[in-house]
Nanobody
Framework: DVQLQASGGGLVQAGGSLRLSCAAS????????IGWFRQAPGKEREGVSC????????YYVDFVKGRFTISSDNAENTVYLQMNSLKPEDTAVYYC??????????????????WGQGTQVTVSS
């Protein structure tokens, strides 16, 4: 079984930074990617970023490019999302998920295989 634990959320002022962590374990043969998603109240869950455990390749949705950075600490099986220049519209519950690939298509359809508990990020203006 795959277990995912997201943490690091909190309250920050606009322009500030947060670093989210996703501790992952129990990957099966086909689960080689970690993605970050977010969901604001009343809105659909949307993809943010993902990273491949196979080759380290990454993907970012347009609205976070240049502000967010995804990285992986393979020794600790942890994926991070460094969020800088935060905006009020970044306010959401952030989830990490595991999938068979870091695919823009699967990010769009939220088709990842396993999901963890979310962590709340609130950006004040």
């Amino acid at each position: 079984d795959v277990q995912l634990q997201a943490s690091g959320g909190g309250l920050v002022q606009a322009g500030g930074s947060l670093r989210l962590s996703c501790a992952a374990s129990g990957f099966s043969f086909g689960d080689v990617a970690i993605g970050w998603f977010r969901q604001a109240p009343g809105k659909e869950r949307e993809g943010v970023s993902c990273i491949s455990k196979i080759d380290g390749s990454t993907y970012y949705v347009d609205f976070v490019k240049g502000r967010f950075t995804i990285s992986s600490d393979n020794a600790e099986n942890t994926v991070y999302l460094q969020m800088n220049s935060l905006k009020p519209e970044d306010t959401a519950v952030y989830y990490c998920a595991a999938d068979r690939a870091c695919s823009p298509y699967r990010m769009r359809i939220r088709g990842f295989d396993y999901w963890g508990q979310g962590t709340q990020v609130t950006v004040s203006s």
